[in-house]
């Protein structure tokens, strides 16, 4: 008897475990959790973007035109300058002795041309009475113009060396800020010598890298929205001045020249954020970027459904566009309004049940509500 009651016994406990196991079956795994949102269809702009450099347009270095010891030095590096501000002082003392002495030169010219000038006025008057031939006034004639040649070329000496004396003061050539001083007062320079390396921030030139793709999209003219870490919210238009005919070997990249005008808060070697406008779209569908996934089959959306009043979802095969600021452009696939997954869509496949995660409730403060503590009892209440 007892041997019965036992089997008895088993045999509904087994009955019990499979009757939850085809239950188990039946339900299926529990829904993912998930957040959604609705295609929506909106202007959205195509662009290239990407992150350059920039440099002056007006880097001189700042070179020695005459030669001599430098006297005095009147700007340092990081200095900033303005046109025609004196920068250095080269010694003159022997440009300036020389200049004197084609100055005297012209003095000494000017005097024997107009010492020429009346002997010619009178041997023409003697030629014209008979008392000397033609030939003796044309001969006094002849050395008046090879005098007056000797004076045109003493004076054009004499001018050189009084630019000469001018060039010993060494000028800034445009507003600007000294970047580099590469001599020290003292020190002996040639013609030619580099004596400071200028840069001038009134000008500067954007250089662009854009990937070789991006090349026939790409043209002369195109608008160009620039912005900086060094001027947070503003934005620089320009254009495109240039485009490299060929790619660098180095990056495979296409180089891309936008010249802007500065007002300043710029600064030459800085980095550049650059956006080109390649189209716009007054109507076009976008879903966020956490939205579309990759599968096997390409790219797909997840949009949700309901079903017996369950939440499941339909994989979609979808054709995507362009992305920006984190949306992406649905070129076929997918309708306005439809609701597609968001958050979780990449644990997702065709037909699995979701449930929709709902967004926080937040309070009027901007924070989020925090649950009403219980009320006390009306047993614990009275004492």
Avoid at 5 to 17: G, H, P, R
Avoid at 121 to 144: H, M, P, V
Avoid at 232 to 244: L, N, Q, W
């Amino acid at each position: 008897m007892f041997r019965i009651l036992s089997l008895a016994l088993c045999s509904a406990l087994l009955l019990s475990a499979c009757s939850k196991q085809v239950e188990e079956k039946k339900s299926g795994p529990p829904p993912t959790l998930i957040t959604v949102t609705q295609v929506k269809s909106g202007a959205f702009e195509v662009t290239e973007d990407t992150l350059g450099t920039l440099e002056a347009v007006n880097d001189p270095k700042i070179a020695a035109e005459v030669a001599g010891r430098v006297a005095r030095l009147l700007a340092f590096a990081g200095k900033p300058v303005k046109q025609g501000e004196a920068l250095a002082v080269i010694d003159a003392t022997d440009l300036m002795l020389a200049s004197q002495s084609e100055q005297a030169e012209v003095k000494r010219l000017e005097a024997l041309l107009a010492q020429q000038d009346r002997l010619v006025e009178r041997q023409q008057n003697l030629a014209g009475k008979g008392f000397i031939s033609q030939n003796a006034a044309d001969d006094t004639g002849a050395q008046r113009t090879a005098i007056a040649e000797q004076l045109s070329a003493a004076r054009a000496r004499a001018g050189i060396g009084k630019r000469s004396v001018n060039k010993t003061t060494v000028v800034a050539p445009q507003d600007g800020v000294i970047e580099n001083q590469l001599i020290a007062a003292g020190d002996y320079v040639k013609v030619g010598d580099p004596l400071f390396q200028f840069v001038s921030n009134q000008r500067l030139r954007a250089h662009l890298p854009f990937p070789e793709s991006a090349a026939p999209r790409l043209s002369r003219g195109q608008a160009v929205r620039l912005t900086s870490p060094l001027a947070p919210g503003k934005v620089f238009a320009a254009k495109i001045a240039d485009i490299r005919p060929s790619i660098a070997e180095s990056s495979r990249a296409l180089d891309v020249i936008v010249e802007l005008e500065n007002d300043g808060t710029l600064k030459s070697g800085g980095t550049i954020n650059a956006s080109v406008q390649i189209a716009a779209k007054e109507a076009a569908l976008v879903v966020p970027e956490q939205s579309v996934v990759l599968r096997p089959v390409g790219k797909v959306v997840y949009a949700v459904v309901e079903e017996d009043g369950k939440k499941k979802v339909q994989q979609r095969t979808v054709q995507a566009g362009a992305k920006k600021g984190g949306m992406i452009e649905i070129l076929g696939g997918l309708k306005e309004g439809e609701t597609v997954a968001v958050d979780g869509a990449g644990f997702l496949t065709n037909g699995a049940a979701i449930a929709v995660k709902e967004p926080q409730k937040v309070g009027a403060g901007g924070t989020a509500k925090m649950p009403d503590a219980p009320k006390p009892d009306a047993a614990s209440g009275a004492k």
